[in-house]
């Protein structure tokens, strides 16, 4: 499907010196300016979204990501962040063109437009015919391996859930397959430290939005994705399935508004909409195959185990890093795939308008470089020969030493009905 922006003169745009002022917003347009003319709506009869552009969009500089994780330490009662904002209204940036949409659509069209979607198939993963190891069974019951390199003191807390890190290393050198499926569907953002996508289409991937955006501010350039990207062999380093640059964000618009996550809003205030999907300039899922994505009840998801995969990063000093990561001098830096055994939720806050909670606490081990790693399950009805993502990692309340009786420590971006029918509603107008 042809992506088909709107037919104005060209705006001026700023860098950096938009911050200060944040992004201001345009008369509204008409929808089908921007929605393509064989969108899935017109043929059902559903409303279109309406589309504003923003006139001066925020892009800033590439730099590194998921430095945010953290350096907020998240305290008090977590039910504080409940909130009334409408979580309709997402924000599409175009980091080729420099312009950005904002697109938001009535609840009943949205909720419409979301069971067409469903029952043609756009929300399930899917198996790649490019042949692949198949570690299903692997990844829900392998312990993993430990590398026999160990780079902190033995016994030294760098894990989370009760100050303990259970998570291995799942990497090439580990006896895992450079092709295992459902591995190679995930990737490593490469800036900085980094930041963990699993892709959930042919080119289109699932991420925290603080691995491409900042929040309050406006969304980074220059983000790379490498899917099953490996460095266990080194000095070889492995991109079985190449790089590709991400060419547009898709995400909540209250991430990036100054009047919600500017200051002085916190991390912890804005957790509830960090959440984003990035289109890519090629069609990697094409050969990796895909994870499925939906929402569920409170009581179906407490119901159901996950796991949680992603690319730790391994900076020295860092005290929630693994305990045996690799030397983050390399090049390609915490290039290695790490995960826990499976985890639980411990409890659910942040309620939208709704009645629907944004963000629920797990017992899966995260850290630096994890953030965007999908929460996903196999025990969901949705799985149709891929796994279901119903989440992503965000935060966690603590640091190692903090974590000590505390099971639930890692904080997950929850996949609400509102989520998974706004990013079903990217595919219907830009595909992916």
């Given at each position: 499907m042809k992506r088909r922006l709107l037919s104005m003169a060209t705006l001026s745009l700023c860098l950096t010196s938009c911050v200060a002022e944040g992004p201001d917003v345009a008369p509204p347009t008409s929808s089908p300016d921007i929605i393509p003319s064989d969108w899935i709506g017109y043929e059902l009869g559903i409303e279109p979204p309406a589309v504003t552009e923003v006139e001066h969009p925020v892009f800033l500089p590439a730099s590194d990501a998921d430095t945010e994780l953290g350096e907020e330490v998240l305290?008090?009662?977590?039910?504080?962040?409940?909130?009334?904002?409408?979580?309709?209204?997402?924000?599409?940036?175009?980091?080729?063109?420099?312009?950005?949409?904002?697109?938001?659509?009535?609840?009943?069209?949205?909720?419409r437009l979301y069971t067409a979607m469903v029952?043609?198939?756009?929300?399930?993963?899917?198996?790649?015919?490019?042949?692949?190891?198949?570690?299903?069974?692997?990844?829900?019951?392998?312990?993993?391996?430990?590398?026999?390199?160990?780079?902190?003191?033995?016994?030294?807390?760098?894990?989370?859930?009760?100050?303990?890190?259970n998570r291995t290393r799942r990497g090439i050198a580990d006896g895992w397959a450079h092709n295992s499926w459902p591995y190679r569907a995930i990737g490593h953002f490469t800036k900085g430290e980094g930041c963990t996508g699993t892709l959930i289409g042919r080119r289109t991937v699932l991420t925290a939005a603080h691995c491409v955006a900042d929040r309050g501010e406006g969304v980074r350039l220059g983000s790379t994705f490498?899917?099953?990207?490996?460095?266990?062999?080194?000095?070889?380093?492995?991109?079985?399935?190449?790089?590709?640059?991400?060419?547009?964000?898709?995400?909540?618009?209250?991430?990036?508004?100054?009047?919600?996550?500017?200051?002085?809003?916190?991390?912890?205030?804005?957790?509830?909409?960090?959440i984003a999907v990035v289109e890519l300039d090629q069609d990697v899922g094409a050969a990796t195959g895909a994870f499925g994505f939906g929402s569920a009840s409170d009581n179906d998801m407490m119901s159901w185990s996950?796991?949680?995969?992603?690319?730790?990063?391994?900076?020295?000093?860092?005290?929630?890093?693994?305990?045996?990561?690799?030397?983050?001098?390399?090049?390609?830096?915490?290039?290695?795939?790490?995960?826990?055994?499976?985890?639980?939720?411990?409890s659910f806050w942040s309620v939208g308008p709704k009645g629907?909670?944004?963000?629920?606490?797990?017992?899966?081990?995260?850290?630096?470089?994890?953030?965007?790693?999908?929460?996903?399950?196999?025990?969901?009805?949705?799985?149709?020969?891929?796994?279901?993502?119903?989440?992503?990692?965000?935060?966690?309340?603590?640091?190692?030493?903090?974590?000590?009786?505390?099971?639930?420590?890692?904080?997950?971006?929850?996949?609400t009905p509102t989520y998974a029918s706004m990013m079903a509603a990217r595919k219907s107008i830009w595909g992916g």
């Open positions: 305290r008090g009662d977590r039910s504080a962040r409940d909130s009334n904002e409408p979580d309709e209204s997402w924000t599409y940036y175009d980091l080729v063109d420099r312009r950005a949409f904002r697109v938001a659509f009535q609840p009943e069209a949205l909720e029952a043609r198939g756009e929300t399930r993963g899917f198996r790649s015919e490019v042949p692949a190891a198949d570690d299903t069974s692997r990844d829900r019951s392998d312990p993993g391996v430990v590398p026999m390199t160990p780079d902190l003191p033995p016994g030294a807390l760098a894990g989370w859930s009760d100050g303990i890190d490498r899917a099953r990207s490996d460095n266990t062999t080194w000095p070889m380093q492995l991109e079985p399935y190449g790089t590709a640059e991400v060419v547009s964000v898709w995400a909540p618009s209250s991430y990036t508004d100054p009047s919600r996550c500017g200051p002085p809003a916190d991390s912890g205030t804005c957790n509830k909409w960090d996950y796991l949680l995969r992603g690319y730790p990063s391994c900076k020295p000093g860092r005290p929630d890093r693994p305990s045996f990561c690799l030397d983050f001098s390399r090049p390609v830096r915490n290039a290695a795939l790490w995960g826990s055994g499976s985890c639980s939720i411990g629907w909670a944004r963000e629920l606490s797990a017992s899966c081990d995260g850290s630096r470089g994890m953030s965007g790693s999908a929460f996903y399950t196999y025990d969901s009805p949705l799985n149709f020969n891929a796994p279901v993502a119903y989440g992503v990692y965000s935060q966690m309340p603590c640091f190692p030493d903090d974590c000590v009786g505390n099971s639930f420590a890692s904080t997950i971006t929850r996949i």
